[in-house]
């Protein structure tokens, strides 16, 4: 999401040098404790943003493939996770969906109490 973004586990995104985000990181991550309201107006500005960006299609299968927290490609880890992608088990959560090994996974049943 950055011009030349260093990562530990890929090195260098080269999709990421025509992104239109670059250098707006607090748009698409949320700051330890924030409020829904604050989160809707803070992912629609990113949404706005992601809109009109030429790699969209790029950022949003990394962040589908890599399992990535924040707001990516126009899609929110929800979102994501409504499409079948789901993030790896957010600190001090419990998670509600097994892992599938970067694949997308099906929601478990429901279970009979």
Same mark, same amino acid.
């Given at each position: 999401?950055?011009? #030349?973004?260093?990562? !530990?586990?890929?090195?260098?995104?080269?999709?990421?040098?025509?992104?239109?985000?670059?250098?707006? #990181?607090?748009?698409?991550? %949320?700051?330890?404790?924030? $409020?829904?309201?604050?989160?809707?107006?803070?992912? *629609?500005?990113?949404?706005? !943003?992601?809109? =009109? /960006?030429?790699?969209?299609?790029? /950022?949003?299968?990394?962040?589908?493939? *890599?399992?990535?927290? =924040?707001?990516?490609?126009?899609?929110?880890?929800?979102?994501?996770?409504?499409?079948?992608?789901?993030?790896?088990?957010?600190?001090? $959560?419990?998670?509600?969906?097994? $892992? =599938?090994?970067?694949?997308?996974? %099906?929601?478990?049943? %429901? $279970? !009979? %109490?």
């Amino acid at each position: 999401m950055a011009d #030349t973004a260093t990562l !530990i586990f890929g090195g260098v995104l080269e999709w990421t040098a025509g992104s239109a985000c670059a250098g707006q #990181t607090k748009l698409f991550f %949320a700051p330890p404790g924030e $409020r829904p309201e604050a989160r809707a107006v803070r992912e *629609n500005q990113a949404r706005s !943003i992601c809109a =009109g /960006c030429e790699v969209l299609v790029e /950022c949003r299968s990394w962040a589908r493939d *890599n399992r990535e927290y =924040g707001f990516w490609g126009g899609e929110s880890e929800e979102e994501r996770a409504a499409a079948g992608y789901r993030v790896d088990m957010p600190v001090g $959560r419990v998670a509600r969906y097994p $892992r =599938g090994n970067g694949e997308p996974v %099906a929601p478990r049943d %429901a $279970r !009979i %109490a």
